[in-house]
């Protein structure tokens, strides 16, 4: 065991001491979250220039509003209160009759869309009014390059839609005068559970709940998670492959088992990787709690991510320590480097399904099988659901055994594949290796 420290002290120093650790120090948050300090960046760099929409009005009544509803936005929420500078760009729309020959005048608009000289074109069907009596006539189409995304589309749909509903409304006779709370909207707001509090036994006040509590935070810990097992584990399959390959493991093994070898180098990972976690969870805490959002950090949930973290690390470096030992060159490197990403993978792609029902029987199931656990009770830990503590405990121990069994096999393998030169590391060999040793 001591010789596997020395070989642990090693790895970590010859890893934090370079400037490549300190440059991905403070690069690695950037990439993670790219997209939202891009979002910030960009904030503010909004393109106020007009948006002229052209519409197609087969009802004859129904588009007037929009042009009355876009000057009004345009006089009071287009511009910053404090300053008077646009932030938003203006509506305008303007209402054309139908022609004879439709699909003509459809691709004349078209090609003013493609030359930008207007954003977009909208038709609105005869049949909007009552859309029952004629479904196949009651239509309202919005034409653009990017009609989907576009926040044009969203907008112009809005106002249409409360105008047909007072139309509507009169039709029926309802005086909206008398009754002006017909059309009132009012949305769910979301709400925690309310529960006894443990030390009076008094009924807890519930709190409202956000995105930032329900989606954001549970991703930020489940991302850092996965940035810290990519930090630890996955540089010991090329780290191995090239001791291996310029011979530099058969001098090391001259002196130390090639379990301890192994075990050094996990143990190593496992140091870096605490080493990053800790310059982010101490710097992520601190600025939180000097932004006053300290409220939202999951503390209950960092000794679980802790434990989790080295777990993972231990299991998947076993994996890939023992991979290294069986290639010979960079291209077996690589080509069984794809494999091994896959348990780090497959819990990235089904983030949101879980997310979405944390207390599920499918976000439960996938998070107890002992590869993906890390990652998935992490991200439901961390959700405002949590999960009952058995299952934490549950998920614990079946890594924990995963990670010794894991070890042990690829301790099997490292040991005869380290000093072998020819072999491919083909699945065969491996499970051979790992059973025999």
Not at 207 to 232: A, Q
Request: hydrophobic share 50%; aromatic share 8%.
């Amino acid at each position: 065991m001591r010789k596997a420290l020395k070989v642990a002290r090693r790895e970590y120093l010859a890893q934090v001491r370079t400037k490549g650790f300190v440059i991905g120090l403070l690069v690695a948050p950037v990439f993670m979250g790219g997209s939202a300090i891009a979002m910030l960046i960009s904030e503010n760099r909004v393109d106020v220039r007009e948006r002229q929409v052209v519409v197609i009005d087969h009802a004859g009544e129904a588009a007037e509003v929009l042009i009355e509803a876009a000057r009004q936005r345009n006089e009071t929420q287009i511009f910053d209160a404090d300053s008077g500078k646009q932030v938003r760009p203006a509506y305008t729309f303007e209402i054309t009759a139908p022609r004879e020959d439709l699909d003509s005048q459809r691709l004349e608009l078209s090609d003013q869309v493609r030359r930008r000289e207007l954003q977009a074109f909208m038709e609105i069907g005869p049949a909007v009014l009552h859309p029952r009596a004629a479904p196949g006539e009651a239509f309202i189409r919005y034409f653009g390059q990017n009609a989907s995304t576009d926040p044009v589309r969203e907008w112009a749909q809005s106002v249409l839609n409360d105008h047909l509903r007072r139309l509507r409304m009169v039709d029926a006779g309802l005086d909206l005068i008398e009754h002006p709370d017909v059309l009132d909207y009012l949305g769910a707001e979301p709400m925690g559970l309310v529960r006894l509090e443990a030390g009076t036994g008094d009924i807890s006040t519930a709190e409202r709940t956000d995105e930032i509590r329900s989606i954001i935070v549970p991703m930020i810990m489940m991302m850092l998670l996965f940035l810290m097992m990519m930090w630890g584990a996955m540089p010991q399959l090329n780290a191995v492959m090239e001791e291996k390959s310029q011979r530099i493991a058969e001098v090391i093994l001259g002196s130390i088992r090639p379990f301890d070898f192994m075990l050094g180098k996990l143990i190593g990972g496992v140091g870096v990787s605490m080493t990053v976690a800790l310059v982010y969870l101490v710097g992520g805490v601190f600025t939180l709690q000097r932004l006053g959002m300290g409220g939202g950090i999951p503390y209950h949930v960092l000794p679980w991510w802790f434990a989790f973290m080295i777990l993972a690390i231990l299991m998947f470096g076993a994996i890939l320590a023992a991979l290294g030992a069986a290639c010979n060159d960079v291209t077996e490197a690589q080509a069984v480097q794809f494999p091994a990403m896959i348990p780090f993978m497959v819990p990235m792609f089904i983030m949101l399904p879980v997310l979405t029902d944390p207390a599920g029987g499918f976000a439960t199931g996938i998070s107890l099988f002992p590869l993906f656990t890390p990652l998935l009770m992490v991200l439901r830990m961390s959700s405002p659901a949590g999960v009952p503590i058995w299952q934490a405990w549950v998920g614990l121990v079946g890594t924990l055994l995963t990670a010794v069994l894991l070890i042990w096999a690829g301790g099997r393998v490292f040991r005869v594949a380290i000093l072998s030169q020819g072999t491919p590391p083909k699945l065969k060999n491996l499970v051979r290796w790992a059973i025999r040793g």
